[in-house]
């Protein structure tokens, strides 16, 4: 694969099965932990117009924070996808403008840094793109943490710590003293 050319590879309707370890993809484990490496397949073909077109199965496991808990949860993921690979962002917007009109579907476009193969190049937005926004579905998690309301009546509000700020502490003291009370008309209001 070293000095590999995407043209090279789609010319040759090369495929690639190799690991991407976590190291090469730094933006990803910026986001989350990856608890192994990726395993990518990809296939390389030219299409009717000349353009190199990559189609690709990614796996791995992801640790991420529990939105619930922010416990560390382990995330297994199963991405495929296809795109076109454009060397340069102009030859992206001209293609992009290209299949605009003739699909009701946009063309997917990867723009590569150069002519040589860099599969994590290929493979770390589609990763982060497929993150999920919350991983922990389990309502009754142990570590979900809990939850109290208290109102007036309850012994709760006696338990707040005392270093607690409470910034709204005062504010119903404040509207019951402005005569803005809850069930004033608005003909009370304007007297």
Known sequence: MANSSYKGL???NGVLNLMVRGTELTRLIQVCSLAED????ARFRLDE???VCVAADLSTRVDLECHLCNEPVAW?????????????ERQADEWSEWSAPSSSKTEHIVVAAGQYVDVAELIEDELILGLPRQVCF???CKNM???HFADN???ALGTVPSDRQMP???LKELVASSGLVKGNTDEDMNN
């Open 153 to 155: 009546d309850s012994e």
């Open 38 to 41: 990726v395993r990518v397949e």
């Open 49 to 51: 117009h000349g353009r």
């Open 76 to 88: 297994p993921m199963q991405i495929a996808f296809e795109a076109v690979v454009a060397f340069n």
């Open 145 to 147: 943490p809990e939850l």
């Open 10 to 12: 789609a010319q040759k």
């Open 138 to 140: 389990d309502q009754q």
């Open 168 to 170: 709204f502490k005062g």
